[in-house]
């Protein structure tokens, strides 16, 4: 089985300051990740993933994120946020390799307030 | 290119009443998947669908089944709507199993009065 937990449902920063969201995985095999944001009344977008390879993943919007194997974490950062990143922003995990049925497990979400 | 397609937007229906939902893959994209969203929570997963075969199915109960067409589009259906079945209902698309990510569409928002 596979679960994800965001740790902090709401953060709040100031435009221009460091963005960082927590995201923890369980999983019994090797995990692709992903993480993915959700503005009002719309669907999912990819912002980046990880399924195998260097475990510093960039992805769009400058948002990047670590694969850190030894603490079960994929926290997702960006240098400085802007108050177009403010949106609900989803974890999830797929178990990795072979015809994986896409059974994509998500966290609570969390959701980030940008400050002017 | 377009997008995971969805329809209806947003729908209301009152207990007991079924419903149909529909989505539209990515051109080529043969692997569709359903998850439903409740105001608050992450998505969960309800359906997997692969060359119109059924792959996968989350912890929903008999009410909600799908099908997935030659053209490798999907409906949803659930039967004997309840109060607790409001929510977005997405629809997501890659062109293989295996294939990673899945693509979203904007999902269709079911109201239950």
């Known amino acids: 089985a596979q679960s994800v937990t965001q740790l902090g449902s709401h953060v709040s920063v100031s435009e221009g300051a460091l963005v960082l969201l927590r995201c923890n995985y369980s999983?019994?095999?090797?995990?692709?990740l992903f993480w993915y944001v959700q503005y009002p009344n719309q669907g999912l977008q990819l912002l980046l993933k990880?399924?195998?390879?260097?475990?510093l993943v960039k992805g769009i919007n400058g948002f990047e994120a670590e694969f850190k194997k030894s603490e079960t974490s994929f926290h997702l950062t960006k240098p400085s946020a802007h108050m177009s990143d403010a949106a609900e922003y989803f974890c999830?995990?797929?178990?990795?390799?072979?015809?994986?049925?896409?059974?994509?497990?998500f966290g609570q979400g969390t959701i980030l307030t940008v400050h002017p | 290119d377009a997008g995971v397609t969805q329809s209806p937007t947003h729908l209301i229906k009152t207990r007991g009443q079924h419903v149909t939902l529909r989505c539209s893959p990515i051109?080529?994209?043969?692997?569709v998947s359903w998850y439903q969203q409740v105001l608050g929570q992450g998505p969960q997963f309800i359906f997997q669908?692969?060359?119109?075969?059924?792959?996968g199915r989350g912890n929903f109960p008999d009410r909600f089944s799908a099908r997935q067409f030659p053209n490798y589009s999907s409906e949803l259906n659930v039967n004997a709507l309840l109060l607790g079945d409001s929510a977005l209902y997405l629809c997501?698309?890659?062109?293989?199993?295996?294939?990673?990510?899945?693509?979203f569409g904007d999902g269709t928002r079911l109201s239950i009065l």
């Open positions: 051109s080529g994209h043969k692997s």
């Open positions: 999830a995990v797929n178990r990795a390799g072979g015809t994986s049925y896409g059974k994509l497990t």
């Open positions: 990880y399924t195998t390879g260097a475990t």
């Open positions: 669908y692969y060359e119109k075969e059924e792959r």
């Open positions: 999983s019994s095999v090797p995990p692709y």
């Open positions: 997501a698309s890659r062109p293989r199993e295996g294939d990673q990510p899945q693509h």
